[in-house]
T-cell receptor, first 116, second 116 residues
Framework: KAGVTQTPRYLIKTRGQQVTLSCSPI?????VSWYQQTPGQGLQFLFE???????NKGNFPGRFSGRQFSNSRSEMNVSTLELGDSALYLC???????????????FGDGTRLSIL | AQTVTQSQPEMSVQEAETVTLSCTYD???????LFWYKQPPSRQMILVIR??????QNATENRFSVNFQKAAKSFSLKISDSQLGDAAMYFC?????????????FGKGTKLTVNP
Protein backbone atom coordinates (compact mmCIF):
# COMPACT_ATOMS: atom_id res chain seq x y z
CA LYS A 1 0.00 0.00 0.00
CA ALA A 2 1.53 3.31 -1.04
CA GLY A 3 2.08 5.85 1.68
CA VAL A 4 1.23 9.53 1.72
CA THR A 5 2.72 11.13 -1.38
CA GLN A 6 3.74 14.77 -1.45
CA THR A 7 4.88 16.56 -4.57
CA PRO A 8 7.16 18.17 -5.35
CA ARG A 9 9.84 17.10 -2.92
CA TYR A 10 11.79 20.33 -3.30
CA LEU A 11 10.74 23.72 -4.56
CA ILE A 12 12.54 27.04 -4.93
CA LYS A 13 10.58 30.25 -5.38
CA THR A 14 11.20 33.97 -5.09
CA ARG A 15 9.44 36.49 -2.92
CA GLY A 16 6.07 37.58 -4.22
CA GLN A 17 5.41 34.41 -6.18
CA GLN A 18 2.78 31.86 -5.32
CA VAL A 19 3.10 28.12 -4.91
CA THR A 20 0.88 25.06 -4.86
CA LEU A 21 1.83 21.90 -3.00
CA SER A 22 0.12 18.57 -3.49
CA CYS A 23 -0.69 15.71 -1.14
CA SER A 24 -2.11 12.34 -2.10
CA PRO A 25 -3.29 10.42 0.97
CA ILE A 26 -3.06 6.71 1.50
CA UNK A 27 -5.69 4.93 -0.57
CA UNK A 28 -8.97 4.94 1.33
CA UNK A 29 -7.95 7.73 3.68
CA UNK A 30 -10.33 10.65 3.61
CA UNK A 31 -8.86 13.02 6.18
CA VAL A 32 -5.85 15.22 5.35
CA SER A 33 -3.95 17.67 7.55
CA TRP A 34 -1.11 20.05 6.77
CA TYR A 35 1.76 21.25 8.96
CA GLN A 36 4.57 23.76 8.55
CA GLN A 37 7.93 22.86 10.07
CA THR A 38 10.62 25.51 10.61
CA PRO A 39 13.71 25.52 12.86
CA GLY A 40 12.38 28.50 14.80
CA GLN A 41 8.70 27.73 15.23
CA GLY A 42 8.81 23.95 15.04
CA LEU A 43 5.77 22.10 13.74
CA GLN A 44 2.66 24.18 13.39
CA PHE A 45 -0.78 23.07 12.28
CA LEU A 46 -2.06 24.71 9.11
CA PHE A 47 -5.43 23.13 8.36
CA GLU A 48 -7.34 19.88 8.02
CA UNK A 49 -9.83 18.58 5.49
CA UNK A 50 -12.40 15.84 5.44
CA UNK A 51 -14.85 15.14 2.64
CA UNK A 52 -13.74 18.27 0.80
CA UNK A 53 -14.56 20.47 3.80
CA UNK A 54 -12.08 22.41 5.90
CA UNK A 55 -12.71 21.31 9.47
CA ASN A 56 -10.09 23.30 11.31
CA LYS A 57 -7.56 26.00 10.58
CA GLY A 58 -4.40 27.06 12.35
CA ASN A 59 -3.21 30.56 13.06
CA PHE A 60 -1.77 31.47 9.67
CA PRO A 61 -2.47 34.47 7.45
CA GLY A 62 -4.97 34.30 4.64
CA ARG A 63 -2.13 33.85 2.15
CA PHE A 64 -2.20 30.21 3.15
CA SER A 65 -5.13 28.30 1.74
CA GLY A 66 -6.01 24.76 0.88
CA ARG A 67 -8.59 22.50 -0.61
CA GLN A 68 -9.49 18.87 -0.90
CA PHE A 69 -10.83 17.10 -3.96
CA SER A 70 -13.42 14.38 -4.23
CA ASN A 71 -10.68 11.73 -4.47
CA SER A 72 -9.31 13.03 -1.11
CA ARG A 73 -6.18 14.50 -2.67
CA SER A 74 -5.36 17.87 -1.17
CA GLU A 75 -3.50 20.95 -2.26
CA MET A 76 -2.26 23.89 -0.30
CA ASN A 77 -1.50 27.25 -1.83
CA VAL A 78 0.65 30.06 -0.54
CA SER A 79 0.36 33.41 -2.30
CA THR A 80 2.70 36.40 -2.19
CA LEU A 81 5.53 34.33 -0.79
CA GLU A 82 7.72 35.79 1.96
CA LEU A 83 11.18 34.72 3.09
CA GLY A 84 9.63 33.41 6.30
CA ASP A 85 7.56 30.91 4.35
CA SER A 86 10.69 28.84 3.77
CA ALA A 87 9.89 25.58 5.54
CA LEU A 88 9.20 21.90 5.28
CA TYR A 89 5.50 21.38 4.62
CA LEU A 90 4.17 18.08 5.86
CA CYS A 91 0.92 16.40 4.98
CA UNK A 92 -0.74 13.68 7.06
CA UNK A 93 -3.68 11.44 6.28
CA UNK A 94 -5.97 9.17 8.25
CA UNK A 95 -8.93 6.98 7.48
CA UNK A 96 -11.42 9.35 9.04
CA UNK A 97 -10.92 12.17 11.52
CA UNK A 98 -9.01 10.41 14.25
CA UNK A 99 -11.15 11.87 16.99
CA UNK A 100 -13.72 9.30 16.04
CA UNK A 101 -11.67 6.16 16.48
CA UNK A 102 -8.12 7.26 17.27
CA UNK A 103 -6.68 5.83 14.11
CA UNK A 104 -3.17 7.23 13.72
CA UNK A 105 -2.20 9.83 11.17
CA UNK A 106 0.36 8.85 8.56
CA PHE A 107 2.78 11.50 7.35
CA GLY A 108 4.38 12.07 3.98
CA ASP A 109 8.02 12.99 3.37
CA GLY A 110 7.15 16.64 2.98
CA THR A 111 7.89 19.37 0.48
CA ARG A 112 10.93 21.52 1.19
CA LEU A 113 10.08 25.06 0.08
CA SER A 114 12.86 27.61 -0.18
CA ILE A 115 12.18 31.28 -0.82
CA LEU A 116 14.94 33.40 -2.34
CA ALA B 1 -4.58 26.65 24.21
CA GLN B 2 -2.59 23.52 24.76
CA THR B 3 1.20 23.58 24.83
CA VAL B 4 3.82 20.85 24.74
CA THR B 5 7.31 21.31 26.14
CA GLN B 6 10.37 19.19 25.50
CA SER B 7 13.11 20.49 27.75
CA GLN B 8 15.97 18.50 26.22
CA PRO B 9 17.00 19.88 22.81
CA GLU B 10 19.61 17.13 22.45
CA MET B 11 20.32 13.79 24.06
CA SER B 12 22.87 11.08 23.43
CA VAL B 13 23.02 7.42 24.37
CA GLN B 14 25.40 4.54 23.88
CA GLU B 15 24.24 1.70 21.69
CA ALA B 16 22.39 -0.95 23.75
CA GLU B 17 21.82 1.47 26.63
CA THR B 18 18.55 3.03 27.79
CA VAL B 19 17.56 6.65 27.36
CA THR B 20 14.54 8.65 28.53
CA LEU B 21 13.18 11.68 26.68
CA SER B 22 11.07 14.15 28.64
CA CYS B 23 7.81 15.82 27.68
CA THR B 24 5.39 17.93 29.65
CA TYR B 25 2.16 19.46 28.43
CA ASP B 26 -0.40 21.94 29.54
CA UNK B 27 -4.13 21.50 29.03
CA UNK B 28 -7.38 22.08 30.84
CA UNK B 29 -8.99 19.12 29.10
CA UNK B 30 -9.44 15.75 30.74
CA UNK B 31 -9.70 13.65 27.61
CA UNK B 32 -6.90 13.70 25.05
CA UNK B 33 -4.25 11.65 23.30
CA LEU B 34 -0.49 11.85 23.50
CA PHE B 35 2.02 10.70 20.91
CA TRP B 36 5.70 10.33 20.31
CA TYR B 37 6.82 10.73 16.71
CA LYS B 38 10.25 10.05 15.27
CA GLN B 39 11.65 12.06 12.37
CA PRO B 40 14.85 10.68 10.82
CA PRO B 41 16.83 12.68 8.24
CA SER B 42 14.53 11.24 5.60
CA ARG B 43 11.98 13.74 7.00
CA GLN B 44 9.02 11.40 7.32
CA MET B 45 7.30 11.58 10.69
CA ILE B 46 6.87 8.08 12.05
CA LEU B 47 4.54 7.26 14.93
CA VAL B 48 6.47 5.57 17.73
CA ILE B 49 3.87 5.19 20.44
CA ARG B 50 0.57 6.68 21.58
CA UNK B 51 -1.33 6.93 24.83
CA UNK B 52 -4.97 7.63 25.56
CA UNK B 53 -5.36 9.88 28.59
CA UNK B 54 -8.18 7.79 30.02
CA UNK B 55 -5.93 4.74 30.21
CA UNK B 56 -3.84 4.50 33.36
CA GLN B 57 -1.65 1.75 31.96
CA ASN B 58 1.48 3.00 30.25
CA ALA B 59 1.74 2.14 26.57
CA THR B 60 4.57 -0.05 25.30
CA GLU B 61 5.74 -0.92 21.79
CA ASN B 62 8.65 -3.35 21.79
CA ARG B 63 11.69 -1.37 23.01
CA PHE B 64 9.67 1.82 23.45
CA SER B 65 7.60 2.60 26.51
CA VAL B 66 6.13 5.68 28.11
CA ASN B 67 5.74 6.95 31.63
CA PHE B 68 2.42 8.78 31.63
CA GLN B 69 1.75 10.86 34.73
CA LYS B 70 -1.61 12.53 34.12
CA ALA B 71 -1.70 14.60 37.28
CA ALA B 72 1.80 15.92 36.62
CA LYS B 73 1.03 16.33 32.91
CA SER B 74 4.16 14.42 32.04
CA PHE B 75 4.70 11.96 29.19
CA SER B 76 8.25 10.65 28.92
CA LEU B 77 9.55 8.15 26.38
CA LYS B 78 11.95 5.39 27.33
CA ILE B 79 13.98 3.67 24.65
CA SER B 80 15.59 0.43 25.79
CA ASP B 81 18.47 -1.36 24.08
CA SER B 82 19.12 1.68 21.89
CA GLN B 83 20.07 0.98 18.29
CA LEU B 84 21.87 3.11 15.72
CA GLY B 85 18.62 3.34 13.77
CA ASP B 86 16.96 5.09 16.70
CA ALA B 87 18.98 8.23 15.97
CA ALA B 88 16.48 10.91 14.94
CA MET B 89 14.47 13.90 16.11
CA TYR B 90 11.75 12.87 18.53
CA PHE B 91 8.61 14.92 18.89
CA CYS B 92 6.02 14.73 21.62
CA UNK B 93 2.51 15.66 20.47
CA UNK B 94 -0.90 16.31 21.97
CA UNK B 95 -4.31 15.90 20.39
CA UNK B 96 -7.59 16.85 21.97
CA UNK B 97 -10.32 14.23 22.12
CA UNK B 98 -12.98 16.91 21.81
CA UNK B 99 -14.55 17.89 18.51
CA UNK B 100 -12.90 15.22 16.44
CA UNK B 101 -10.10 17.50 15.27
CA UNK B 102 -6.95 16.11 13.71
CA UNK B 103 -4.85 18.94 15.05
CA UNK B 104 -1.62 17.85 16.70
CA UNK B 105 0.25 20.24 18.98
CA PHE B 106 3.94 19.42 18.88
CA GLY B 107 6.85 20.10 21.17
CA LYS B 108 10.07 21.55 19.75
CA GLY B 109 11.69 18.14 19.59
CA THR B 110 14.69 16.32 21.02
CA LYS B 111 17.58 15.29 18.80
CA LEU B 112 18.74 11.83 19.82
CA THR B 113 22.24 10.67 18.94
CA VAL B 114 23.17 7.02 19.34
CA ASN B 115 26.88 6.38 19.77
CA PRO B 116 28.34 3.04 18.67
Amino acid sequence: KAGVTQTPRYLIKTRGQQVTLSCSPISGHRSVSWYQQTPGQGLQFLFEYFSETQRNKGNFPGRFSGRQFSNSRSEMNVSTLELGDSALYLCASSLVPTGINNQPQHFGDGTRLSIL
Amino acid sequence: AQTVTQSQPEMSVQEAETVTLSCTYDTSESDYYLFWYKQPPSRQMILVIRQEAYKQQNATENRFSVNFQKAAKSFSLKISDSQLGDAAMYFCAYRSALGGSEKLVFGKGTKLTVNP
